[in-house]
């Protein structure tokens, strides 16, 4: 599917290119903490120090909201696989993505979900240049791929790996709720909505979807979206009341591309006639 965008500049601000990154982490390992030895034991400790440890341990104590958030690779909460968010070196401070993938795993008679392809893509691209990943859908929990569309990838090298991640397969099994995601809480950098037949049963009109896109846009935050997943951008309105599509160009699954496909029959929307309504 055609990814590129032609909005005009002052709308770049908020899109980022996930095509062909160079991977410079992958000779990269990342120590431990407890291998690191600084050359100060505890009784060196200055007072001051003495008395900012005691404090953050009172603070951790504290209950944290947001503590069942499933990211999978983050600098301060890792959670999932440790080795592989090591071995792929995902750099410290690098920012935060919301991936958001479909709940639908069954839409006329037939069995659907995200794409599971687009969505191992995305992710390796992402860690490989040190971003923390935190996974999200409508309605939160399990997210199932398209079995078809995972057939048709079982080849794929980037594929093989991302199902073999052991950290990936727990996080999609407990996808955050988007009811529950607070973008300045979570200190979000950008939110991506990834593609899949399933996209354009719940995306197009469940109203946390076009919270959180529209909570990112006015943050000035990154708002982006792959395939089908840019139906999720149609029907945002904006605090000023003008819809988040009118006057740009957006890219998506086209009408021709879902004929060639054979998936147009039946659908209760396409992406180009969702945007196209919208603006």
């Not at 990269?28 to 034991?41: R, V």
């Not at 009172?58 to 592989?84: F, N």
């Not at 919270?211 to 840019?230: C, F, H, P, T």
Request: with cysteine; aromatic share 6%; glycine share 8%.
């Amino acid at each position: 599917m055609d990814t590129s965008s032609n909005a005009p500049a002052d709308d770049q601000a908020h899109m980022v290119d996930l095509s062909a990154q160079a991977d410079p982490w992958a000779a990269h390992e990342t120590p431990e903490a407890e291998d690191l030895d600084f050359g100060m034991g505890a009784e060196d400790a200055a007072p001051e120090q003495v008395q900012d440890d005691e404090e953050e341990e009172v603070a951790e104590k504290e209950p944290d909201p947001m503590a069942d958030i499933p990211w999978d690779v983050a600098p301060d909460k890792p959670v999932g696989d440790k080795q592989s968010a090591a071995a792929s070196g995902a750099a410290e401070g690098s920012g935060k993505v919301l991936l958001v993938l479909t709940n639908t795993k069954e839409a006329a008679g037939k069995p659907t979900g995200f794409d599971p392809l687009q969505c191992a893509r995305v992710y390796q691209a992402l860690i490989r240049q040190g971003f923390s990943v935190m996974w999200a859908s409508p309605e939160g929990g399990l997210v199932t791929a398209d079995a078809s569309a995972a057939a048709e990838a079982a080849e794929d090298e980037c594929f093989a790996s991302w199902t073999a991640d052991a950290g990936v397969a727990e996080a999609l099994k407990a996808t955050a709720k988007l009811e529950d995601v607070d973008p300045s809480y979570c200190l979000l950098d950008a939110v991506l909505f990834l593609g899949g037949r399933g996209a354009l049963y719940d995306f197009v009109s469940h109203n946390e979807v076009r919270r959180i896109a529209r909570e990112m846009w006015e943050q000035n935050k990154v708002v982006a979206a792959l395939d089908r997943g840019s139906v999720a951008l149609a029907g945002v309105i904006l605090e000023d009341g003008t819809s988040l599509v009118e006057g740009k160009e957006v890219t998506g699954a086209s009408n021709d591309e879902e004929d060639a496909a054979g998936d147009s029959a039946g659908l209760p929307v396409t992406v180009e006639e969702a945007l196209e309504e919208a603006g």
